[in-house]
């Protein structure tokens, strides 16, 4: 049975573009989910648990263990490994637990009851 890794790093050819992680710009392969790219950048951990805030990262890549959550955009509890890249992302660790929604929604409801 073979034991190679099913995972290839993609060429280094492959169109780059920059996004924004914790304030740091990271040039990251157009196309792939956002996870990939921060694991492909170096980036160990994405969020601390709300419990222990021991650290945490992607773990199965395709939405079912919810251990890649970040704030996009202003919009805290995005899964990245469903999210694929886009130019001028704002990205931020997610520290602790999180409200659902983001603050400027939560504020329109408010004012809409």
Same mark, same amino acid.
């Given at each position: 049975?073979? *034991? &190679?890794?099913? @995972?290839?790093?993609?060429?280094? #050819?492959? /169109?780059?573009? !920059?996004? &924004? @992680?914790?304030?740091?710009?990271?040039?990251?392969? #157009? =196309?792939? !989910?956002? #996870?990939? *790219?921060? $694991? %492909?950048?170096?980036?160990?951990?994405?969020?601390?648990?709300?419990?222990? =805030? !021991?650290?945490?990262? %992607?773990?199965?890549?395709? =939405?079912?263990?919810? +251990?890649? $959550?970040? /704030?996009?955009?202003?919009?805290?509890?995005?899964? %990245?490994?469903?999210?694929?890249?886009?130019?001028?992302?704002?990205?931020?660790?997610?520290?602790?637990?999180?409200?659902?929604?983001?603050?400027?929604? $939560? +504020? +329109?409801?408010? &004012?809409?009851?």
């Amino acid at each position: 049975m073979p *034991a &190679d890794s099913l @995972f290839r790093q993609l060429p280094s #050819a492959a /169109e780059l573009l !920059s996004i &924004d @992680f914790d304030g740091q710009t990271l040039q990251v392969p #157009a =196309g792939v !989910s956002l #996870a990939a *790219a921060l $694991l %492909a950048s170096g980036v160990r951990h994405t969020r601390s648990t709300p419990v222990s =805030g !021991s650290p945490r990262t %992607a773990y199965c890549m395709m =939405g079912v263990c919810f +251990e890649c $959550l970040v /704030e996009v955009d202003g919009m805290p509890n995005c899964q %990245a490994c469903l999210l694929q890249v886009a130019p001028g992302m704002q990205v931020r660790s997610q520290h602790g637990a999180r409200r659902l929604g983001s603050a400027s929604a $939560l +504020e +329109e409801h408010q &004012d809409d009851a």
